[in-house]
């Protein structure tokens, strides 16, 4: 969390992230032996050339490798339906964003 906190915050207005705790949903997109597990991840969205994109989640590339990457130049609504499969019609889901400035040390620490 103290990587997208510094990521975000020196970040151009073109990229957004949403970080997530989700269950990594079944389908060909996702690693088998991930699907159905618990796990953290950030959902990006760079709406600019995909030149500055790379330029932009340099930080995060750094910072290790992931799970899996998903990570590409996609249309936005192959993006809005990703997680389709987790939130299938008639499950009546409501999703909420908060919007911040900054992650303090005791909200990145906090137990829920």
Known sequence: MRMYDQLLAG???ELTG?????????????????QGKTMCGV???HTGAHEDAIEALALAREFGPPAF??????????LQSMFDPVAGPGLQNYWRGDFFTELTDDAITAQP
Request: proline residues 21%.
């Open 11 to 13: 970040a151009p207005d």
């Open 18 to 34: 949403v970080f997530a705790f989700l269950v990594v949903p079944a389908g060909p997109q996702f690693p088998e032996e991930l």
């Open 43 to 45: 959902v990006w969205c």
């Open 69 to 78: 990457d998903l990570v590409g130049p996609m249309p936005f609504p192959v």
